[in-house]
């Protein structure tokens, strides 16, 4: 079933996509519906905004991303920036240009991604805009969040002896997406119609395709009353999301090569591909996992903290950034591509 756009109109559309939508947040005063949507954060709180810019053919891909995913994703992405300031997203706007070839039911599955993100992370959508595009799918987000007063946790705020911190595990997106990419030259090339199969990676491709916010790891954090000193979310991988904190705080760090946390499908498919694990821990992106530092003091705290494992610590700025591999071997890190190690030229981000 194909229903063509122009058979609802832009406002059509709109209406239709954003039907039923309720607002949860007390902040969210007006949503869709007027010339502007009127937002109402209470004075002891600071506001967060972030923007999102995704474009068809250089952000996403749809002959293997599903459009469901694709909306899902875009709206999380937006999140994890809130998150990494310490705050809670709590509105978004969305915009789309979207070209001939999408349906209304094209339409309706990223909406319906967009909207269970928003339910599963308790935020509001409270406008946006359509338009025609001649080349393909463009999706802006943009989400507002709150964080108390003082509370906002930037990237240049480590200090020398903190330690450095990350959530979950890093490296999985990049290789879910070398997965995907792989089965569709292996759907070209090949002539019959073959199912790809990707058993025992399902764990590669969620993380690629549906990834996560880390709300919780924000949330244990102010339960144990810990202030992170520097914070930000992996997006572009870790080495690169490092020197932003490092250059910003004007310090340098160490982390340990051991330390870096890989799960076991990450290793098995880096393997696979003759990559280097390390590398792509350090240079794959869009793991959306959270990097911080806290004050030594929090050793304990954050060590008995699941979900979260220490890394290394913040030096001297003369000291530069460097990572110490397994074999106690010092080597610099690179923002693009971390070289003595990598496999293959396919190691880079
Ligand atoms: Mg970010």
Known sequence: MRTEIATLGEFGLIRHLTEGIELKNESSRYGIGDDAAVLSYSTDKEVLVTTDLLMEGVHFDLTYVPLKHLGYK?????????????????????????????????????????????????????????????????????CMGDVEKG????????????LVCVSGDLGA??????????????????????QPDFAGKEYLLERQLKPEARRDIVEKLR???????????????????????CTQSKVGCRIYEEHIPL?????????????????????????????FTVPIAD???????????LIGHITKPELGCALITRDGQEFELKAQGWNPLRGTDNGQA
């Open 74 to 142: 875009s709206a999380v992405v937006n999140f994890s920036d809130i998150y990494a300031m310490n705050g809670t997203p709590r509105q978004i706007t969305v915009s789309l240009g979207i070209s001939k070839r999408f349906s209304v039911e094209d339409m309706e599955a990223l909406y319906a991604g967009i909207r269970l993100a928003c339910e599963e992370y308790g935020v509001d959508i409270v406008g946006g805009d359509t338009t025609s595009s001649l080349t393909g799918l463009t999706i802006s987000i943009t």
């Open 299 to 309: 050793h304990e705290k954050v060590s008995e903290m699941e979900g979260v494992k």
């Open 173 to 194: 997106a990049y290789m879910g997406l070398q997965l995907l990419e792989r089965e569709k030259v292996a759907l070209k090339d090949s002539q019959e119609d073959i």
């Open 223 to 245: 339960q144990a009353g810990i202030q992170p000193t520097a914070m930000m979310d992996i997006s572009d991988g870790l080495s690169s999301e490092l020197l932003h904190i």
């Open 151 to 162: 509370k906002a946790v930037y990237r240049n705020g480590a200090k020398e002896t903190d």
């Open 263 to 291: 799960d076991y499908q990450t290793a098995v498919m880096a393997e696979e591909l003759n990559m280097n694990v390390t590398t792509c821990a350090l240079n794959g992106g869009e793991d959306y996992e959270l990097l």
